[in-house]
Protein backbone atom coordinates (compact mmCIF):
# COMPACT_ATOMS: atom_id res chain seq x y z
CA UNK A 1 0.00 0.00 0.00
CA UNK A 2 1.05 3.69 -0.62
CA UNK A 3 0.87 5.46 3.05
CA UNK A 4 0.62 9.47 2.85
CA UNK A 5 1.69 11.53 5.76
CA UNK A 6 1.60 15.33 4.97
CA UNK A 7 2.44 17.96 7.36
CA UNK A 8 -0.21 19.23 9.69
CA UNK A 9 -1.40 22.72 8.62
CA UNK A 10 -4.05 23.54 11.46
CA UNK A 11 -2.83 26.74 13.12
CA UNK A 12 -0.54 25.97 16.43
CA UNK A 13 -0.58 21.99 15.21
CA UNK A 14 3.22 20.63 15.52
CA UNK A 15 2.58 17.02 15.96
CA UNK A 16 2.65 14.46 12.50
CA UNK A 17 0.71 11.79 12.12
CA UNK A 18 3.80 9.18 11.20
CA UNK A 19 6.94 9.27 13.38
CA UNK A 20 10.08 8.01 11.36
CA UNK A 21 9.49 4.90 14.20
CA UNK A 22 6.45 4.09 12.33
CA UNK A 23 7.41 4.87 8.76
CA UNK A 24 10.38 2.17 9.42
CA UNK A 25 7.85 -0.27 10.53
CA UNK A 26 5.54 0.42 7.38
CA UNK A 27 8.58 0.14 5.27
CA UNK A 28 9.13 -2.97 7.02
CA UNK A 29 5.94 -4.44 6.03
CA UNK A 30 6.64 -3.70 2.24
CA UNK A 31 4.70 -0.48 2.12
CA UNK A 32 5.58 2.86 0.40
CA UNK A 33 5.89 5.49 2.71
CA UNK A 34 5.64 9.19 1.34
CA UNK A 35 5.85 12.19 3.84
CA UNK A 36 5.59 15.87 3.06
CA UNK A 37 8.85 17.83 3.29
CA UNK A 38 8.94 19.57 6.87
CA UNK A 39 5.71 17.09 8.19
CA UNK A 40 8.21 16.39 11.49
CA UNK A 41 9.79 19.35 12.19
CA UNK A 42 7.38 20.78 14.42
CA UNK A 43 7.99 17.52 16.54
CA UNK A 44 11.33 17.38 16.15
CA UNK A 45 12.07 14.65 13.27
CA UNK A 46 13.86 15.85 10.40
CA UNK A 47 13.45 14.52 6.61
CA UNK A 48 16.61 12.56 6.99
CA UNK A 49 15.41 10.87 9.74
CA UNK A 50 12.65 9.62 7.57
CA UNK A 51 14.62 8.39 4.92
CA UNK A 52 16.49 6.82 7.02
CA UNK A 53 13.32 5.05 7.58
CA UNK A 54 12.61 3.96 4.05
CA UNK A 55 10.14 7.08 3.60
CA UNK A 56 10.20 9.30 0.26
CA UNK A 57 10.21 13.11 0.78
CA UNK A 58 7.91 14.98 -1.60
CA UNK A 59 7.68 18.86 -1.80
CA UNK A 60 3.85 19.57 -1.24
CA UNK A 61 1.07 17.98 0.11
CA UNK A 62 -0.67 17.50 -3.36
CA UNK A 63 1.89 14.77 -4.09
CA UNK A 64 1.09 13.02 -0.76
CA UNK A 65 -2.17 13.01 -1.53
CA UNK A 66 -2.07 12.22 -5.00
CA UNK A 67 0.31 9.38 -4.48
CA UNK A 68 -1.64 7.45 -1.21
CA UNK A 69 -3.88 4.65 -0.75
CA UNK A 70 -3.94 5.32 2.80
CA UNK A 71 -3.47 9.56 4.25
CA UNK A 72 -2.28 9.11 8.10
CA UNK A 73 -2.60 12.29 9.66
CA UNK A 74 -3.25 13.75 13.59
CA UNK A 75 -5.63 16.65 12.90
CA UNK A 76 -8.95 16.58 11.33
CA UNK A 77 -8.40 17.64 7.38
CA UNK A 78 -8.96 21.27 6.73
CA UNK A 79 -10.56 22.42 4.01
CA UNK A 80 -7.91 22.40 0.91
CA UNK A 81 -6.90 18.85 2.19
CA UNK A 82 -10.80 17.67 1.98
CA UNK A 83 -10.21 18.55 -1.63
CA UNK A 84 -7.65 16.54 -2.40
CA UNK A 85 -8.91 13.64 -0.77
CA UNK A 86 -10.69 10.65 -3.61
CA UNK A 87 -13.36 8.03 -3.64
CA UNK A 88 -11.68 4.65 -2.10
CA UNK A 89 -8.43 6.46 -0.15
CA UNK A 90 -8.23 5.47 3.00
CA UNK A 91 -7.95 8.45 5.60
CA UNK A 92 -6.56 7.70 9.22
CA UNK A 93 -7.10 10.53 11.81
CA UNK A 94 -8.71 12.66 14.31
CA UNK A 95 -11.70 13.88 13.01
CA UNK A 96 -14.47 14.30 15.98
CA UNK A 97 -17.73 14.75 13.50
CA UNK A 98 -20.29 15.78 15.56
CA UNK A 99 -19.91 19.17 15.95
CA UNK A 100 -18.75 19.58 12.74
CA UNK A 101 -21.13 19.43 9.45
CA UNK A 102 -18.85 21.52 6.91
CA UNK A 103 -16.43 18.44 7.57
CA UNK A 104 -18.76 15.84 7.41
CA UNK A 105 -20.37 17.00 4.24
CA UNK A 106 -17.19 16.98 2.45
CA UNK A 107 -15.80 14.17 3.86
CA UNK A 108 -18.96 11.80 2.29
CA UNK A 109 -18.72 13.94 -1.01
CA UNK A 110 -14.82 12.66 -1.31
CA UNK A 111 -15.95 9.23 -1.70
CA UNK A 112 -13.26 8.37 1.05
CA UNK A 113 -12.62 5.72 3.61
CA UNK A 114 -12.24 7.94 6.90
CA UNK A 115 -11.49 6.20 10.08
CA UNK A 116 -11.24 8.30 13.60
CA UNK A 117 -8.99 7.38 16.20
CA UNK A 118 -11.53 8.82 18.75
CA UNK A 119 -13.78 6.54 18.28
CA UNK A 120 -11.90 3.54 17.57
CA UNK A 121 -12.34 1.64 20.95
CA UNK A 122 -10.50 -1.66 23.13
CA UNK A 123 -11.58 -4.77 25.01
CA UNK A 124 -11.88 -2.83 28.01
CA UNK A 125 -14.22 -0.38 26.69
CA UNK A 126 -11.26 2.42 26.37
CA UNK A 127 -10.56 4.67 23.51
CA UNK A 128 -6.99 3.75 22.89
CA UNK A 129 -6.07 6.61 20.56
CA UNK A 130 -7.53 9.31 22.76
CA UNK A 131 -5.99 7.91 26.14
CA UNK A 132 -2.18 8.95 25.15
CA UNK A 133 -3.15 12.45 24.82
CA UNK A 134 -5.22 11.86 28.14
CA UNK A 135 -2.15 10.85 29.69
CA UNK A 136 -0.20 13.76 28.31
CA UNK A 137 -2.64 16.63 29.04
CA UNK A 138 -2.59 14.81 32.92
CA UNK A 139 0.85 14.84 33.26
CA UNK A 140 0.96 18.53 32.47
CA UNK A 141 -1.68 19.80 34.41
CA UNK A 142 0.61 19.85 37.63
CA UNK A 143 3.16 21.25 35.30
CA UNK A 144 1.49 24.40 34.27
CA UNK A 145 -0.33 24.56 37.64
CA UNK A 146 2.50 25.17 39.22
CA UNK A 147 3.54 27.79 36.98
CA UNK A 148 0.09 29.93 37.05
CA UNK A 149 0.86 29.54 40.88
CA UNK A 150 3.86 31.49 40.78
CA UNK A 151 3.53 34.86 41.90
CA UNK A 152 4.46 36.66 38.83
CA UNK A 153 1.71 35.08 37.14
CA UNK A 154 -1.26 35.85 39.30
CA UNK A 155 -0.99 33.09 41.68
CA UNK A 156 -0.44 32.28 45.27
CA UNK A 157 3.17 32.18 45.10
CA UNK A 158 2.82 28.43 46.92
CA UNK A 159 5.92 26.15 45.69
CA UNK A 160 4.58 22.77 44.73
CA UNK A 161 6.81 20.61 47.10
CA UNK A 162 7.20 23.39 49.78
CA UNK A 163 10.44 23.37 51.21
CA UNK A 164 11.90 21.60 55.00
CA UNK A 165 10.13 23.75 57.84
CA UNK A 166 7.23 24.94 55.08
CA UNK A 167 3.49 22.62 54.37
CA UNK A 168 3.97 21.65 50.37
CA UNK A 169 0.92 23.24 48.30
CA UNK A 170 -2.69 21.31 48.50
CA UNK A 171 -3.90 20.34 44.82
CA UNK A 172 -7.08 18.87 44.04
CA UNK A 173 -7.74 16.84 41.50
CA UNK A 174 -11.50 16.61 40.65
CA UNK A 175 -12.40 13.46 38.32
CA UNK A 176 -10.23 10.25 38.81
CA UNK A 177 -10.00 8.79 35.05
CA UNK A 178 -7.41 8.85 32.66
CA UNK A 179 -6.61 12.45 32.81
CA UNK A 180 -7.28 13.42 37.02
CA UNK A 181 -4.90 9.62 38.11
CA UNK A 182 -1.58 11.11 35.58
CA UNK A 183 -2.05 14.65 36.73
CA UNK A 184 -2.54 13.50 40.73
CA UNK A 185 0.67 11.05 40.14
CA UNK A 186 2.96 13.99 39.15
CA UNK A 187 1.71 16.06 41.64
CA UNK A 188 2.30 13.76 44.43
CA UNK A 189 5.32 13.04 42.78
CA UNK A 190 6.03 16.95 43.34
CA UNK A 191 5.45 16.91 46.70
CA UNK A 192 2.30 18.20 46.76
CA UNK A 193 -0.38 17.45 48.92
CA UNK A 194 -3.18 15.50 46.50
CA UNK A 195 -6.58 14.19 46.90
CA UNK A 196 -8.52 13.08 43.65
CA UNK A 197 -12.50 13.52 43.62
CA UNK A 198 -14.54 10.99 41.61
CA UNK A 199 -17.88 10.28 41.37
CA UNK A 200 -17.70 6.32 40.24
CA UNK A 201 -16.92 4.01 43.51
CA UNK A 202 -15.50 1.18 41.27
CA UNK A 203 -13.08 4.07 39.97
CA UNK A 204 -12.31 5.48 44.10
CA UNK A 205 -11.90 1.57 45.23
CA UNK A 206 -9.18 1.47 41.91
CA UNK A 207 -7.45 4.88 42.72
CA UNK A 208 -7.60 3.53 46.56
CA UNK A 209 -5.84 0.36 45.90
CA UNK A 210 -3.08 1.39 43.30
CA UNK A 211 -2.28 4.39 44.74
CA UNK A 212 -3.28 4.75 48.25
CA UNK A 213 -0.09 5.42 49.57
CA UNK A 214 0.41 7.99 47.47
CA UNK A 215 -2.57 10.56 47.01
CA UNK A 216 -5.93 10.43 49.15
CA UNK A 217 -9.36 10.27 47.47
CA UNK A 218 -12.86 11.07 48.09
CA UNK A 219 -16.18 11.00 46.65
CA UNK A 220 -17.31 14.15 44.85
CA UNK A 221 -20.52 15.34 46.22
CA UNK A 222 -20.98 18.97 45.82
CA UNK A 223 -20.47 20.05 49.68
CA UNK A 224 -16.96 17.78 49.61
CA UNK A 225 -15.69 18.91 46.04
CA UNK A 226 -16.22 23.15 47.97
CA UNK A 227 -14.57 21.76 50.96
CA UNK A 228 -11.40 20.47 49.21
CA UNK A 229 -11.51 23.68 46.85
CA UNK A 230 -12.08 26.17 49.50
CA UNK A 231 -8.71 24.67 51.20
CA UNK A 232 -6.51 24.32 47.54
CA UNK A 233 -3.91 26.36 46.34
CA UNK A 234 -4.51 24.42 42.67
CA UNK A 235 -7.45 22.35 41.60
CA UNK A 236 -7.48 20.30 38.21
CA UNK A 237 -10.87 20.21 36.23
CA UNK A 238 -10.15 16.72 35.07
CA UNK A 239 -13.80 14.93 34.51
CA UNK A 240 -15.63 13.64 31.85
CA UNK A 241 -18.99 12.29 31.12
CA UNK A 242 -19.08 10.43 27.90
CA UNK A 243 -21.52 12.40 25.03
CA UNK A 244 -22.12 15.33 27.54
CA UNK A 245 -21.03 18.79 28.19
CA UNK A 246 -18.48 18.59 31.15
CA UNK A 247 -20.75 19.21 34.50
CA UNK A 248 -20.28 23.11 36.14
CA UNK A 249 -18.49 21.81 39.57
CA UNK A 250 -17.47 25.09 40.53
CA UNK A 251 -19.67 28.41 40.13
CA UNK A 252 -18.39 32.02 39.74
CA UNK A 253 -20.12 32.61 43.06
CA UNK A 254 -17.70 30.55 44.74
CA UNK A 255 -14.80 31.53 43.54
CA UNK A 256 -14.68 34.32 46.57
CA UNK A 257 -14.50 30.89 48.52
CA UNK A 258 -11.52 30.20 47.13
CA UNK A 259 -8.07 30.65 48.67
CA UNK A 260 -6.70 34.50 46.84
CA UNK A 261 -5.07 33.20 43.66
CA UNK A 262 -5.49 30.11 43.66
CA UNK A 263 -4.77 28.52 40.36
CA UNK A 264 -7.70 26.51 38.29
CA UNK A 265 -6.36 24.30 35.89
CA UNK A 266 -9.33 22.87 33.35
CA UNK A 267 -8.39 20.24 31.12
CA UNK A 268 -12.12 19.48 30.33
CA UNK A 269 -12.59 22.83 28.69
CA UNK A 270 -12.69 20.78 24.87
CA UNK A 271 -16.02 19.39 26.66
CA UNK A 272 -17.12 23.36 27.75
CA UNK A 273 -15.04 23.24 31.06
CA UNK A 274 -16.15 22.23 34.53
CA UNK A 275 -15.80 25.48 35.97
CA UNK A 276 -18.89 27.96 35.17
CA UNK A 277 -15.66 30.87 34.72
CA UNK A 278 -13.53 28.78 32.05
CA UNK A 279 -13.40 29.94 28.54
CA UNK A 280 -10.57 28.10 26.22
CA UNK A 281 -7.55 29.70 25.91
CA UNK A 282 -4.50 29.00 23.76
CA UNK A 283 -0.29 28.65 24.42
CA UNK A 284 0.20 31.76 23.83
CA UNK A 285 -2.04 33.41 26.23
CA UNK A 286 -2.49 30.43 28.28
CA UNK A 287 -4.11 31.80 32.30
CA UNK A 288 -6.26 34.94 32.92
CA UNK A 289 -7.94 36.21 36.02
CA UNK A 290 -11.25 35.83 37.53
CA UNK A 291 -12.07 37.85 40.84
CA UNK A 292 -8.40 37.29 41.90
CA UNK A 293 -8.29 33.30 40.90
CA UNK A 294 -6.16 32.41 38.11
CA UNK A 295 -7.09 30.53 35.15
CA UNK A 296 -5.61 28.42 32.74
CA UNK A 297 -7.86 26.54 30.13
CA UNK A 298 -5.76 25.50 27.06
CA UNK A 299 -7.88 23.24 24.74
CA UNK A 300 -5.05 21.56 23.24
CA UNK A 301 -2.68 20.94 26.10
CA UNK A 302 -0.95 18.02 23.80
CA UNK A 303 0.22 20.75 22.08
CA UNK A 304 2.88 22.28 24.25
CA UNK A 305 4.87 19.14 24.17
CA UNK A 306 4.57 17.84 20.51
CA UNK A 307 6.97 15.57 20.49
CA UNK A 308 6.15 13.80 23.22
CA UNK A 309 2.51 13.78 21.88
CA UNK A 310 3.23 12.58 18.46
CA UNK A 311 5.64 9.68 19.97
CA UNK A 312 2.99 8.73 22.34
CA UNK A 313 0.17 8.64 20.09
CA UNK A 314 2.20 7.38 17.60
CA UNK A 315 2.35 4.55 19.26
CA UNK A 316 -1.39 4.00 20.02
CA UNK A 317 -1.91 4.19 16.24
CA UNK A 318 0.98 2.10 14.96
CA UNK A 319 -0.64 -1.52 15.50
CA UNK A 320 -3.69 -0.34 13.44
CA UNK A 321 -2.24 1.82 11.21
CA UNK A 322 0.19 -1.35 10.19
CA UNK A 323 -2.99 -3.10 10.48
CA UNK A 324 -5.01 -0.83 7.57
CA UNK A 325 -1.91 -1.23 5.64
CA UNK A 326 -1.33 -4.66 5.40
CA UNK A 327 -5.07 -6.36 5.00
CA UNK A 328 -7.19 -3.62 3.74
CA UNK A 329 -9.32 -1.69 5.75
CA UNK A 330 -12.47 -4.07 4.71
CA UNK A 331 -10.32 -7.08 6.08
CA UNK A 332 -8.66 -5.61 8.90
CA UNK A 333 -12.27 -4.03 10.31
CA UNK A 334 -13.74 -7.67 9.71
CA UNK A 335 -10.87 -8.95 11.87
CA UNK A 336 -10.89 -6.02 14.60
CA UNK A 337 -14.52 -4.67 15.90
CA UNK A 338 -13.01 -1.90 17.89
CA UNK A 339 -10.98 -0.73 14.53
CA UNK A 340 -14.70 -1.04 12.49
CA UNK A 341 -15.83 1.23 15.52
CA UNK A 342 -13.65 4.06 14.32
CA UNK A 343 -15.35 4.00 10.40
CA UNK A 344 -16.82 7.16 10.59
CA UNK A 345 -17.31 7.86 6.43
CA UNK A 346 -17.42 5.36 3.93
CA UNK A 347 -18.02 5.98 0.22
CA UNK A 348 -20.26 9.05 0.41
CA UNK A 349 -22.42 7.41 3.47
CA UNK A 350 -22.23 8.42 7.12
CA UNK A 351 -21.25 5.01 9.39
CA UNK A 352 -21.39 5.80 12.80
CA UNK A 353 -24.48 6.44 14.58
CA UNK A 354 -23.74 9.17 17.20
CA UNK A 355 -22.94 11.54 14.76
CA UNK A 356 -25.47 10.62 12.49
CA UNK A 357 -27.87 11.88 15.69
CA UNK A 358 -26.24 14.74 16.39
CA UNK A 359 -26.43 16.04 12.59
CA UNK A 360 -29.79 14.72 11.72
CA UNK A 361 -27.98 12.72 9.09
CA UNK A 362 -29.60 8.70 7.97
CA UNK A 363 -26.31 6.72 8.78
CA UNK A 364 -25.55 3.47 7.31
CA UNK A 365 -24.40 -0.01 9.51
CA UNK A 366 -21.01 -0.17 9.66
CA UNK A 367 -21.05 -3.81 9.05
CA UNK A 368 -23.53 -3.44 5.71
CA UNK A 369 -20.57 -0.91 4.60
CA UNK A 370 -17.83 -3.73 5.36
CA UNK A 371 -20.38 -5.57 2.60
CA UNK A 372 -20.70 -2.42 0.23
N1 LIG B 1 -7.44 20.17 27.35
C1 LIG B 1 -6.84 19.16 26.73
O1 LIG B 1 -5.87 19.35 26.00
C2 LIG B 1 -7.32 17.76 26.94
C3 LIG B 1 -6.53 16.67 26.54
C4 LIG B 1 -7.00 15.38 26.83
C5 LIG B 1 -8.24 15.20 27.48
N2 LIG B 1 -8.98 16.31 27.80
C6 LIG B 1 -10.29 16.21 28.50
O2 LIG B 1 -10.09 15.82 29.86
C7 LIG B 1 -11.30 15.30 30.37
C8 LIG B 1 -11.03 14.00 31.11
O3 LIG B 1 -10.62 13.01 30.18
P1 LIG B 1 -10.25 11.52 30.65
O4 LIG B 1 -9.61 10.86 29.48
O5 LIG B 1 -9.55 11.53 31.96
O6 LIG B 1 -11.72 10.89 30.87
P2 LIG B 1 -12.06 9.60 31.75
O7 LIG B 1 -13.38 9.10 31.26
O8 LIG B 1 -10.90 8.66 31.80
O9 LIG B 1 -12.25 10.18 33.24
C9 LIG B 1 -13.27 11.04 33.61
C10 LIG B 1 -13.61 10.79 35.08
O10 LIG B 1 -14.52 11.82 35.49
C11 LIG B 1 -15.37 11.21 36.46
N3 LIG B 1 -16.54 12.09 36.66
C12 LIG B 1 -17.61 12.28 35.86
N4 LIG B 1 -18.43 13.20 36.40
C13 LIG B 1 -17.86 13.61 37.57
C14 LIG B 1 -18.23 14.55 38.57
N5 LIG B 1 -19.37 15.25 38.49
N6 LIG B 1 -17.38 14.71 39.62
C15 LIG B 1 -16.23 13.99 39.71
N7 LIG B 1 -15.84 13.09 38.78
C16 LIG B 1 -16.64 12.91 37.73
C17 LIG B 1 -15.67 9.86 35.85
O11 LIG B 1 -16.17 8.95 36.83
C18 LIG B 1 -14.30 9.46 35.32
O12 LIG B 1 -13.55 8.69 36.27
C19 LIG B 1 -12.21 15.14 29.14
O13 LIG B 1 -13.09 16.22 29.07
C20 LIG B 1 -11.25 15.16 27.98
O14 LIG B 1 -11.88 15.58 26.78
C21 LIG B 1 -8.55 17.56 27.54
Known amino acids: MHIGCPKEI ?62 VKVKEPQPVERK ?20 TKDLMASGATCIAYETVTDERGGLPLLAPMSEVAGRLAPQVGAWTMQKANGGRGVLMGGVPGVGPARVLVIGGGVVGTHAAKIAAGMGADVTVLDRSLPRLRYLDDVFGGQFKNGYASAGNTIELARAADL ?98 CEDDPHLLNGLNVHAGMLTYYAVGKALGIDVMSPTLALKS
Open 10 to 71: KPQEFRVGLTPNAAREAAGHGHHVTVEAGAGAGAGFTDADYVAAGAAIVETAAEVFASADMI
Open 84 to 103: MLREGQILFTYLHLAPDPEQ
Open 235 to 332: IIGAVLIPGAAAPKLISKAQLSDLKPGAALVDVAIDQGGCFETSKATTHQDPIYDVDGIMHYCVANMPGAVARTSTIALGNATMPFMLALADKGWRKA
